[in-house]
């Protein structure tokens, strides 16, 4: 059985975190974490994108807008910069990606006056391995543009993005998923800048309208307002591109709009906002923590519901009825489609009619649209891949987290283990399990993560003792730390490097998928577990988040707190209900 001084300290933890999540609720149904999520190369790549779209404009041939905009942004990157000369997003530790961004905008908008910043940020990027250290190479590539935008690199020495590739539509999706439009508007940008031979020229004529027809497609998708997926990096990258093609000046001046709108008064830019993504995490704990029918989760449940797109996002190719991660106009997400549809079907009403099915097995119709979504973008081989059918392996391609999330909620809605497309993802699944028993997700640090979702949806469909099942809880189990926290389980010594501290996000995956896979309240296991997430727990009743969360894998990390309080609550909560119904259990 739990200890029952622990059994106590969990029931407060858990009473505690809902409220704090409660707290960060805001009006429109909302939960969000602390304000403070500056991002650096946010930061950095939008101020390249304004000096360059003033320029093109003609109005200020120095680059430099008239409120100040810009200098303040400067003045924001020389003050964040960190003593070992590079920068990256707080709780995060310095990374290549926006130390080589922020100091090629140093250079090209201030190079006088912040040449000290980027001396050092150009000698910390040297010892971090420099842009060829990126594990992307499409980030070392957008670099190197860089480089050559601040005069550090001649750019008719970069590779040649090919524009012809927009003449086949399937095939450069699949290849680029959501990198697409922003694909385009670079290739558009360097084709006008470039030297080319009377073939290039010839191809980039036959391309051209097509490439602009995907970036004017996404454009308008969004209320031609200039914003693109309501994520600043995005709408810098997309800003830039078109404004050095010359070829659609109200894009690119609607985007620099945008940008403006979306800047701090210190001249600084947050990371994108995660409004859909941080209420799916925060309904998910609170569910587990039996508030289901709190009246404070009606603004959640409507929310979810207006911001679920049913507008096909046409230059992708997907077709609508999906969520995003933020407004009504972020784009295709599988992920947060597949939680927020598992979330709605656990609130009052998700369920359909007084007996709690209908013909389909669930009442919500737009979770009826979700899992049709899901259905159609399910990939050949029955993975999911993050929005378009059968993306290519990578950072947008097949993901076994997002492919054993997308099982959940077929499950949650009433799909049996039998169905099709159960079968070929758990078919899929099991192919993709690593030897040491692990598993990959792709949007978020090391092998933890990936390992603990998907042996929760193994242990739903073959069963907890199936091998693939066993060897997922042993490695789980074995990569636990002395002090019973997680980190990546990635490290052959734990208590080395990246891994040495474990997190709360870790943690609570590990915890709450130990206990779906059989292990009792009272295993040591959990009991050290459950003692590392309470001890954890700030006096607000929240936790702090540690950088596991991949805006772009391997390259650009962000820590945060409103993931990490969601994880814990959930993982505590199960807990809990667990030494309730089984207060004598033990070990497994």
């Keep these: 059985m739990l200890n029952p001084t622990l059994a106590e300290q969990v029931d407060k933890a858990v009473t505690s975190g809902a409220e704090a999540l409660f707290a960060r609720q805001r009006p429109g149904g909302v939960f969000a974490p602390g304000p403070d999520r500056y991002s650096p190369a946010n930061t950095a790549v939008a101020l390249i994108a304004l000096h360059l779209a003033e320029q093109a404009d003609g109005k200020n041939p120095d680059g430099q807008v008239d409120d100040g905009l810009v200098e303040r942004g400067v003045t924001r990157l020389c003050e964040t910069q960190r003593e070992d000369g590079g920068w990256a997003m707080p709780g995060v530790p310095t990374e290549v990606l926006s130390t080589a961004v922020v ?7 201030a190079p006088e006056r912040a040449a000290s910043a980027v001396r050092a940020g150009r000698e910390r990027l040297a010892a971090l391995g420099g842009p060829q250290a990126l594990a992307e190479p499409a980030m070392t590539g957008l670099i190197r543009q860089f480089d050559a935008l601040a005069g550090l690199g001649d750019e008719a020495e970069l590779p040649r993005l090919p524009l012809e590739l927009l003449l086949l539509p399937g095939l450069s999706r699949r290849l680029l998923s959501l990198r697409l439009p922003i694909f ?6 360097q084709a006008a800048r470039r030297r080319q031979g009377p073939l ?12 602009l027809s995907v970036v004017r497609q996404a454009y308008e998708r969004e209320g031609s307002t200039g914003g693109f997926s309501a994520d600043p990096w995005l709408t810098s990258l997309i800003c830039i591109g078109v404004t050095r093609s010359g070829l659609a000046p109200d894009i690119s001046r609607a985007a620099a709009r945008r940008l403006r709108s979306m800047a701090r008064p210190d001249g600084s830019w947050d990371l994108m906002e995660l409004d859909i993504t941080w209420s799916g995490f ?27 797109q049913n507008t096909p996002f046409t230059a992708l190719g997907c077709p609508g ?6 407004s009504a106009r972020s784009w295709p997400m599988a992920l947060e489609t597949a939680e927020i549809s598992s979330a709605l079907l656990r609130l009052p009403g998700g369920a359909g009619d007084s007996d709690g099915h209908d013909s389909d097995g669930h009442g919500d119709d737009h979770v009826r649209r979700g899992i049709a979504w899901l259905t159609s973008v399910q990939d050949s081989a029955g993975s999911w891949s993050l929005a378009v059918r059968n993306s290519r392996p990578g950072g947008f391609g097949p993901c076994p987290y997002m492919t054993a999330k997308a099982v959940d909620a077929l499950l949650d809605s009433g799909v049996g283990t039998d169905d099709p497309r159960v079968t070929r993802a758990v078919r899929w699944l099991l192919a993709r399990q690593a030897p040491d028993g692990s598993f990959e997700a792709l949007w978020y640090r090391g092998r933890t993560p990936g390992t ?22 042993e490695r789980l189990v074995g990569t636990q730390r002395d002090d019973g926290s997680w980190g990546t389980g990635d490290d052959a010594e734990p208590g080395t490097g990246e891994d040495a501290k474990g997190s709360t996000e870790e943690t609570a995956w590990a915890l709450h998928a130990l206990l779906a896979a059989g292990l009792g309240p009272g295993d040591r296991t959990v009991e050290s577990a459950a003692r590392r997430l309470a001890g954890a727990q700030r006096p607000d009743g929240g936790w702090a988040g540690a950088p596991v969360n991949e805006y772009i894998r391997f390259c650009y990390r962000y820590a945060d707190d409103q993931i990490a309080s969601g994880l814990a609550v959930r993982a505590l909560a199960r807990l809990r209900t667990a030494a309730t119904r089984d207060p004598e259990g033990a070990a497994a």
């Design 452 to 473: 603990a979702v998907v042996l929760e949806t193994l242990c739903r469909t073959v069963g907890a003792t199936h091998p693939a099942a066993e060897r997922a809880r």
């Design 321 to 326: 009825g999906y969520w995003g991660f933020s």
């Design 184 to 189: 385009a508007s670079m290739a558009l940008g």
């Design 282 to 308: 925060a309904a998910s704990a609170l569910l587990e923590a039996g508030r289901a029918d709190d009246p404070r989760l009606a603004g959640t449940r409507a929310m979810f519901h207006e911001r679920q």
């Design 200 to 211: 290039r020229r010839r191809l980039n004529a036959l391309a051209r309208p097509a490439a």
């Design 103 to 109: 100091t090629d905008a140093l250079q090209l908008i």
